[in-house]
């Protein structure tokens, strides 16, 4: 059994595996575990002891503050819904010219921000579609007009594919886009797109986005030039429940998170696909096909690894 995780407990109290009792007193004691052994624990673990490793493993980095938790108040604004990359799972964007699309102007931006401001929030989501005409320059007019209104709200916003995105329209390497857009008030990135890692969930669902190196390329250069980012959306067609596959080793693996920690991402934050809306016509391709990853206990499962595998 592992050493105590507090009130009694140990960290693997419920485990009959050596193995994951092994593993889980590492994660617990502040020792870095492979992919491979993450993945045992995500398949095989049980959630609560799953859990207390990871508690453990948070109490040990922020000692002193452990029992502290903070929340931040923001704002999502959306800019336009206009795009041109067709995600499969996407029930948000439109086609270029499709009667539906849209685009905020600067006024209705920037009211938002005083909204969000009024109501108490301190940071912006700033997101939208890969609109064909938005290029650096569009991103830096945004970026620099809600800094100079709102000096004191942080823009944690866009991500990789936005990048590659406007530097492609604007005729400008990734280094310079991220740089000009930082300079115009940019704080960090939402990040985004570690979906894209495994190319089985990338061609499935996204293959007009960057392939999964690009993206980690891109990630290393931003951490590189100072901002920094958060990542992860799962629930669509990855293979990641207890039953099939492997794909998180694809997040947590060598080709991925040591890449990322080691360069910037602050957080492996997974977020769920919502699929409230039904797949629409105009989707090249059509519906998705879920896979296993919209298990409800997969949220914890992946929350409680990032504390454990990835401190």
């Not at 986005?209 to 959306?233: C, F, N, P, Q």
């Amino acid at each position: 059994m592992g050493r105590g995780a507090g009130r009694g407990l140990t960290y693997s109290q419920g485990v009959t595996d050596p193995e994951l009792q092994e593993i889980l007193d590492r994660a617990a004691e502040g020792d870095r575990i492979t992919a491979e052994q993450a993945l045992a624990v995500y398949r095989d673990a049980p959630f609560h002891a799953l859990g207390r490793a990871a508690d453990a493993a948070r109490r040990r980095r922020y000692a002193g503050t452990e029992r502290i938790a903070t929340y931040i108040i923001e704002r999502n604004i959306n800019y336009t819904n206009v795009c041109v990359t067709a995600c499969k799972f996407c029930a948000f964007y439109r086609a270029p010219k499709h009667e539906g699309g849209w685009v905020r102007d600067l006024d209705d931006i920037l009211r938002r921000c005083a909204e969000t401001v009024e109501l108490g929030g301190t940071q912006i989501m700033f997101q939208g579609g890969h609109h064909p005409d938005f290029g650096v320059e569009y991103y830096e007019t945004a970026f620099a007009a809600i800094k100079q209104a709102f000096p004191q709200l942080v823009l944690h916003s866009l991500g990789a594919s936005e990048v590659a995105h406007m530097a492609r329209v604007s005729g400008v390497g990734v280094a310079e886009a991220i740089a000009r857009i930082r300079a115009a008030g940019l704080d960090s990135f939402a990040g985004a797109g570690a979906e894209l890692l495994p190319e089985r969930a990338r061609t499935a669902i996204a293959p007009l986005k960057e392939s999964g190196e690009e993206w980690l390329s891109i990630m290393e250069t931003a951490h590189r030039l100072g901002v920094e980012s958060d990542w992860v959306l799962f629930g669509h067609v990855h293979r990641c429940g207890p039953l099939v596959g492997d794909e998180p080793a694809d997040w947590l693996g060598p080709a991925g998170t040591p890449r990322l920690v080691n360069s910037g991402s602050w957080v492996y934050e997974p977020l769920l696909v919502h699929h409230a809306s039904p797949p629409r016509p105009y989707w090249p391709g059509g519906a998705i096909v879920l896979d296993d990853g919209q298990d409800p206990r997969a949220i914890g499962l992946l929350d409680h690894l990032d504390a454990a595998a990835l401190h």
